[in-house]
């Protein structure tokens, strides 16, 4: 099982970058990193996923190191509506060993 | 498409009353999951279904049930409603059970008084 540690809480202002990093030390060789938003009173919705090096969409970056023992998710210019908790998972499949951790609260402020 | 949806949306019991939580998906996914989020934390995963008729545990099984006789419903039972299942209930499905993207519900908010 391999475990995610990110940070507890993070500020940030409108329009700047916010990086998000999560440790997973003990990452398998067949595991993907996946990340997901949660808006309050909503589910959570996919953002990202990736295996290694850069993976971009319209959302966000991941960034993999070679060894993949971190991530950092990327937020270009984030606006108050990008308030929300932000979830890192590290497996292979769904199910009892594929959790969601407790987050990063991310507050964007005016 | 509706994606996932769920019923009720709010439900408070009295200790020891059952309910069943429906969920429904019309996106013909094989893989549906059920959640439970307590305040300030993460999903834990209280069953899974990888198909019609089948059923597995996760990581927070007791004191709930569930059943998957058809493709596209999950339900969630709870037999004795206790005060500590208090939380908000949300279910998922994905095409498959391998780390792609899982689809949420908009979650049922359960009291047990």
């Known amino acids: 099982l391999a475990k995610t540690t990110q940070p507890i809480s993070m500020d940030s202002y409108e329009g700047q970058e916010v990086n998000i990093t999560c440790s997973h030390n003990?990452?398998?060789?067949?595991?993907?990193i996946t990340w997901y938003q949660q808006f309050p009173s909503q589910g959570p919705r996919f953002i990202i996923q990736g295996y290694k090096t850069k993976v971009t969409n319209e959302v966000a970056s991941l960034f993999i190191p070679a060894d993949r023992k971190s991530s950092t998710l990327s937020l270009p210019r984030v606006s108050l509506s990008d308030t929300a908790v932000y979830y890192c998972l590290v497996g292979r499949y769904y199910g009892q060993n594929f959790v969601f951790g407790p987050g990063t609260r991310l507050s964007v402020l005016p | 498409n509706a994606g996932v949806t769920q019923t009720p949306k709010f439900r408070v019991l009295k200790t020891g009353q059952s309910m069943t939580l429906l969920c429904a998906q019309d996106?013909?996914?094989?893989?549906m999951y059920w959640y439970r989020q307590d305040p300030g934390m993460g999903l834990r995963l209280i069953h899974y279904?990888?198909?019609?008729?089948?059923?597995a545990k996760g990581e927070v099984p007791d004191g709930y049930n569930v059943s998957r006789l058809k493709k596209q419903n999950f339900l969630l039972g709870l037999e004795s409603a206790a005060p500590s299942q208090t939380s908000v209930y949300f279910c998922?499905?994905?095409?498959?059970?391998?780390?792609?993207?899982?689809?949420f519900g908009p979650g049922t908010r359960l009291t047990v008084t």
């Open positions: 003990n990452i398998a060789t067949n595991d993907y």
């Open positions: 998922a499905s994905s095409p498959d059970r391998a780390s792609y993207e899982q689809y």
């Open positions: 279904s990888v198909g019609e008729g089948t059923t």
């Open positions: 996106m013909n996914h094989e893989y």
